[in-house]
């Protein structure tokens, strides 16, 4: 399986970037996609996760803010964050898992400015 991740950026806090990732390969009907981050200096950590049957999870942190969603026809992940703030400065992840494996994205930088 293979991830194209896209849509990150600068932006000012409060405003918004949507997230994206594609997946591709042989693909199962049940899957779990979703996104991760991780800021200078500390883990990785999960923002959302999303599976294919429609159960999500979020971070508290991004609860209220950030929506995530799927294309299952199109094994595409997005992520709509909005009222984003200084500490969502990280490096976003695809993330993708079925039958027990997973499949990491190449990272997308997402910055924003106070």
């Known amino acids: 399986v293979q991830l194209q991740a896209s849509g990150g950026g600068l932006v000012q806090a409060g405003g918004s970037l949507r997230l994206s990732c594609a997946a591709s390969?042989?693909?199962?009907?049940?899957?779990?996609m979703g996104w991760y981050q991780q800021a200078p200096g500390k883990q990785r950590e999960l923002v959302a996760l999303?599976?294919?049957?429609?159960?999500?999870n979020y971070a508290d942190s991004v609860k209220g803010r950030f929506t995530i969603s799927r294309d299952n026809a199109k094994n595409t992940v997005y992520l709509q964050m909005n009222s984003l703030k200084p500490e969502d400065t990280a490096v976003y992840y695809c993330?993708?898992?079925?039958?027990?494996?997973?499949?990491w994205g190449q990272g997308t930088q997402v910055t924003v400015s106070s």
């Open positions: 999303r599976t294919s049957g429609g159960s999500t």
């Open positions: 993330y993708f898992r079925q039958s027990g494996r997973d499949y």
């Open positions: 390969g042989r693909i199962f009907s049940f899957n779990v």
